[in-house]
């Protein structure tokens, strides 16, 4: 059997919610055991679409990201679980938590790294993402989620077929990337932005062609663009750190110090220059 | 492993919410042991091969764009079984229990009183004797009918007018006018400078996606949101567009006061305008031009009337007026002055189109035909028609032409009777007694005669709106008031102008009767005497066509019943056809023609019989039409008139773009709110909402008012799953779900407001409670609530608790001679809602926090049946 991953490019996830809908519809109400017992109709998000928004007015923008169960290779919550086969490796990939064997010790939702797995209070259950797994195994060739993805955001691939994507692409908190093995991979996660507008205060016009040039107080690299048409830059793709900006226009010079994207993306608005 | 068995048959249903015999979002049913077990895309290739359609690709610096294998729903429609097994839904009929036919009426304690059940046979019956008595006593005009909007798509059983159908029969109504409630700014505006067009939008509009994909270098989405308003209608096709126009490199420019849900991920620019100033932004935009001499001067020569009149008002040579500088707009429409220049030589360098898809904020504000107006004269001062240069509703009009398609859009003349005739109360003025939806409340509460111009019927020829109308109609032409009401489309108090106003109409004692059919507990039903349940699309068969634009590949339908009623529910049409038997008008209403004679009339019609047979579509279940051979060479948008202007007149009097209308100055003289050239309009008679007004002292914040992400109109306001989402409801400290209001952190903060705290939001008219949602996406002095939640009143006509923003919303029209609705960009203030006033109204008014509530969903049909369901 081929091996499953899943490929998720957040530059085309909208937002629609569609992905934690169907999983819904999937589960709630319906009772697909041993794969799984119904989902509870609300509180739980076996896919969950997460929003943030970033910047301030009027340098806005906003980061969706679908988060599941990442089907680690090494999953840390079969390890945990100590109920032989209650929850296993799929040939395929996915790993499934058996509604039947479940004894709803709770273990596997302790050592979770990634939070996916929920408690069903009603039936004393651990549940989470199956990867429709009944459905897959009835024909389906991919789950509901990436089926109802109305933009190719979220897709279920053969990992051979996604070798390429898969090498640009990050999985959730790398830090855990050796240890766990995930299987979903993430493109186009977006890093930090500095941002802002420059404008001649005197002439009331945005300043187009200034010189901008950002550096990183701690790789000391520095990355050089132009304002546009509206007198805007954007330095985007950043990491979390400290750093500073020389805007520069005819004689005219202004310099930012320690801007800090450790937390938050950074608007400085219209600068007068 | 073995396969377990996911469904015992598969459906299909068009998922929009659109109506209006058309379909689009569709989907597939799965159905196990007699219910709904999953709703998902539809994937054509079901039972076609993908090689028997011929399909269209469009191409722009190498990216291709083509149409998807399978439909795009948005969230609410592939989560509608929660709507079909709603605790809201309507199980039986139900009589207002202190509403006695034949005895006290009372009509004070509409939307207090609780309700009980009856049979069928009880309801027809009641409702077949106030017929008569109402037609005996006040004549046919007596009843009016609310019988148009929005709704599931479904053709024989279609959603809304079958009331009226019978009714027509008998004699005739009072109509109620549907207005053109989500494009009233082109409707009442943009038809006096480019005539007729389709509801007032550009026309003709074909084939427009490929012109700008190919040619635009920008698109400017002002007031547009393609992540939103579609999802109803057709679902997601924009948004796989904005994203291949962008990986095509044609910028994308949101100019709107949020953070729209496009704008959230497609912007390469936001200029956050204040609410409804978009006019003083335009003007701006063409004094740039006309000072840089950046405008297209050739064009206007040969397409333009009246551009010396405008060009004076724009530079300010009037006697009275200002130059309308970037300067002088930054003031009114918060934009910084050099943001609006850049913004306005972008627009004069780049081949720019404009999109929309209907709206909201933008175009249905007080004054809304003065931004509609202006946006048409930035066009034409840019050489509208030409490559890349378009108005969109964004992929509704200007996709490929299909092959053999000839259309069942309500105005399709071929129809049968049957199919046609409900949703003419949707589209024309097709009654003598006329009240336009706006004017309602007004209509019930006038003691004399009311006169209106326009009937604002959607699709009404431009001149209707210089026509004068009076309700009542005198007496010798069988004029009357209004004593009772039909509604099919109870969503007057929370989708249309002051609802509070409405709430209080609705319990005048003039009207003797209220009778609503409905599947779900909600809105204008709670203010009913008689209740009929209707039904699901789920639970009916029917053939729909989806054939919107916007859908991936059009085709036609037949929608086999996917599960049996629910409760003693029937379709809109059997509802009628019920109260018909009691009156002898059962042949009549059905012209002796069962379903399936329908279907195959709906076929023939189509002229599907020229593309494949009966048989075969009865076997596939559906037709897929490949697109016309010769598309590529369909002239796109205006361009005949672009090319040559005198052999390709416009339907405007002068044939031309009227950047001043002989029409409006000699029709309406000393109308100040929309005069001959388009203006920015500070106040006016009708309306004193700007920051700039006295009242803005006590109401600070503008309120600004779109389409619903999570909701079609009043539509799908009780899916749980949807509601979980940020945007959707807030808990509060109660439990209670609220309907968001976007402020931004800088005004919270002033009020002491955090997020997710309760707030009431309010005005002279009213008080709503919502959930605050502090955020960057919506800019400072504004305050953002979506239209449509269902109302939840705490005090009828005064306080609401469900966030039905609609309530507070003013009472008058576009303006004085435009009776279009003003639902958004109002005043209004928020503040923290303490404890102590919650509690003080917890003891003034117990009833209205006794009733039964689910916050999963909201609210329950049980919290109006005396005695719970039996």
């Known amino acids: ?273 | 492993m073995a396969s377990r068995k996911t469904k015992d048959k598969t459906v299909i249903r068009a998922l929009g919410l659109g109506g209006l015999l058309g379909g689009s979002s569709e989907g597939l049913v799965d159905v196990k042991d007699g219910k709904i077990v999953r709703v998902r895309p539809f994937h054509y290739d079901w039972k076609y091969k993908k090689e028997d359609i011929k399909t269209w690709k469009m191409e722009r610096n190498g990216k291709v764009f083509e149409q998807p294998w399978k439909s795009l729903p948005g969230p609410f429609s592939l989560a509608y079984k929660k709507r079909v097994y709603s605790p809201n839904r309507i199980k039986f009929p139900m009589k207002r229990v202190d509403w006695d036919p034949d005895g006290e009426r009372n009509p004070q304690n509409r939307g207090k009183s609780k309700y009980v059940r009856i049979t069928w046979d009880e309801a027809t019956d009641i409702l077949a004797k106030e017929i008569k008595r109402i037609h005996k006593a006040y004549g046919p005009y007596g009843i009016l009918v609310q019988g148009d909007g929005h709704g599931e798509c479904m053709t024989i059983h279609t959603p809304h007018g079958h009331s009226g159908s019978l009714l027509d029969k008998m004699g005739g109504f009072t109509q109620q006018v549907r207005n053109p409630d989500s494009w009233e700014g082109w409707y009442w505006g943009s038809k006096h400078v480019w005539g007729q067009g389709i509801q007032g939008g550009m026309f003709p509009a074909g084939n427009i996606v490929k012109d700008t994909t190919e040619h635009a270098e920008m698109v400017l989405f002002w007031g547009c949101d393609p992540e939103t308003t579609p999802w109803g209608f057709t679902g997601q096709m924009p948004s796989r567009l904005t994203y291949f126009w962008k990986d095509a490199g044609i910028d994308q420019v949101y100019i709107c006061p949020d953070v729209n849900y496009g704008c959230a991920v497609h912007a390469d620019k936001w200029i956050p305008v204040l609410p409804n100033t978009d006019a003083a932004l335009q003007l701006a935009i063409a004094y740039t031009w006309i000072k840089e001499g950046t405008y297209n001067k050739e064009y206007v020569k040969t397409h333009v009337v009246g551009f010396d009149k405008f060009k004076a008002y724009v530079m300010g040579e009037e006697e009275d007026d200002v130059p309308k500088t970037p300067e002088w707009a930054s003031k009114k429409c918060g934009v910084p002055e050099w943001t609006i220049k850049a913004l306005a030589r972008q627009f004069a360098r780049k081949v720019t189109s404009i999109a929309h898809y209907f709206g909201g904020g933008y175009v249905r504000g007080p004054f809304s035909h003065e931004p509609g107006r202006l946006e048409v004269c930035l066009l034409g001062m840019q050489g509208l028609g030409g490559p890349g240069r378009h108005h969109h509703q964004i992929t509704y009009f200007g996709l490929p032409r299909s092959n053999g398609l000839s259309g069942t859009f309500f105005w399709n003349p071929d129809l049968a009777d049957r199919l046609r005739t409900p949703s003419l109360t949707t589209i024309n003025a097709w009654q003598k007694q006329l009240i336009p939806k706006t004017y309602i409340h007004d209509a019930i509460e006038a003691n004399e005669p009311m006169t209106f111009y326009g009937s604002g019927a959607i699709e009404v020829d431009t001149t209707d709106q210089f026509k004068k109308y009076v309700y009542p109609l005198p007496k010798k032409e069988g004029g009357t008031e209004i004593h009772m009401i039909w509604s099919d489309t109870p969503c007057r108090t929370t989708c249309w102008n002051n609802g509070n106003a409405t709430e209080l109409a609705l319990r005048n004692p003039k009207i003797e009767c209220i009778v609503t059919q409905h599947p779900w507990m909600e809105n204008d039903t709670l203010f009913s005497d008689i209740i009929l349940p209707s039904n699901t699309h789920m639970e009916v068969g029917d053939i729909v066509s989806s054939i919107r634009g916007g859908t991936s590949i059009p085709n036609v339908a037949l929608c086999d019943q996917a599960i049996e009623p629910v409760g003693e529910s029937k379709s809109n049409f059997e509802v009628v056809l019920e109260v018909a038997k009691k009156l002898g008008m059962e042949k009549a209403m059905t012209g002796g023609k069962t379903d399936e004679d329908l279907k195959k009339e709906m076929f023939t019609n189509m002229r599907l019989d020229k593309l494949t047979t009966w048989k075969e579509f009865r076997e596939k279940g559906y037709y897929l039409y490949s697109v016309a051979d010769d598309w590529e060479d369909d002239s796109p948008g205006l361009r005949k008139f672009y090319d040559d202007p005198e052999k390709n007149p416009l339907p405007t009097p002068t044939g031309k773009l009227e950047f001043y209308s002989e029409a409006l100055a000699k029709n309406f003289p000393h109308d100040r709110e929309r005069p001959p050239v388009p203006k920015w309009i500070e106040k006016g008679p009708t309306h004193d909402e700007r920051l700039s007004s006295e009242r803005a002292k006590m109401f600070p914040l503008i309120l600004m008012s779109n389409h619903g992400r999570w909701r079609v109109h009043a539509q799908a306001d009780d899916i749980p799953w949807t509601r979980e989402a940020p945007t959707c409801k807030i808990r509060g400290w109660d439990g209670y779900m609220y309907e968001p209001c976007w402020i931004h952190p800088s005004e919270a903060l002033e009020r002491g407001i955090k997020h997710g705290d309760i707030v009431k939001v309010f005005n002279e008219r009213g008080i709503v409670l919502a959930g605050a949602y502090v955020t960057e996406r919506i800019r400072p002095n504004v305050a953002y609530m979506d239209h449509g939640a269902r109302v939840d009143m705490i005090k009828v006509g005064e306080i609401d608790r469900g966030g039905a923003i609609n309530t507070i919303s003013g009472s008058g029209t576009s303006s004085r001679n435009a009776v279009g609705q003003a639902t958004t960009a109002y005043l209004v203030q928020v503040e923290r809602l303490s404890m102590e006033e919650m509690d003080r109204w917890r003891r003034e008014y117990p009833e209205a926090f006794e009733r039964e509530y689910d916050p999963a969903s909201g609210l329950c049909v049980n919290a109006w049946l005396e005695g719970g369901e039996k």
């Not at chain 1, 390890?79 to 499934?96: F, N, S, T």
């Not at chain 1, 709770?106 to 069903?120: G, S």
């Open chain 1, 1 to 273: 059997m081929t091996k499953k991953v899943f490929v998720i490019d957040i530059k085309k996830c909208n937002g629609c919610h569609a992905c934690q809908i169907v999983c819904k519809d999937e589960h709630v109400g319906n009772d697909w055991s041993p794969i799984a017992k119904p989902q509870p109709d609300a509180g739980q998000f076996w896919m969950e679409l997460t929003e943030r928004v970033r910047g301030t007015v009027p340098k806005v923008k906003v980061a969706y990201r679908p988060h599941m169960c990442m089907h680690c290779d090494n999953a840390p919550c079969i390890e945990a679980c100590p109920v032989e086969g209650a929850i296993y490796k799929r040939e395929d990939g996915l790993v499934i938590i058996d509604s039947v064997k479940c004894s709803g010790c709770r273990n596997c939702l302790d050592v979770c790294p990634y939070d996916a797995i929920f408690y069903n209070d009603d039936l004393n259950l651990a549940q989470k993402c199956t990867g429709c797994a009944h459905l897959l195994d009835d024909g389906w060739v991919e789950p509901r989620c990436a089926d109802a993805c109305p933009t190719g955001a979220l897709k279920f691939m053969d990992e051979d077929e996604a070798k390429k994507l898969i090498s640009k692409a990050e999985v959730w908190k790398p830090e855990l990337k050796k240890q766990v093995k995930p299987r979903v991979y993430y493109l186009n996660l977006p890093g930090r932005f500095i941002a802002g507008t420059v404008y001649d205060p005197k002439a009331k016009e945005v300043i187009i062609g200034a010189d901008c040039a950002l550096t990183d107080a701690a790789t000391g690299k520095t990355y050089n663009i132009k304002t546009d048409n509206y007198g805007d830059f954007w330095f985007e793709g950043l990491g979390k750190g400290e750093y500073s900006l020389q805007i520069v226009a005819g004689k005219k010079k202004e310099t930012f110090k320690k801007l800090d994207t450790t937390l938050e993306d950074i608007n400085l608005g219209d600068i007068a220059l």
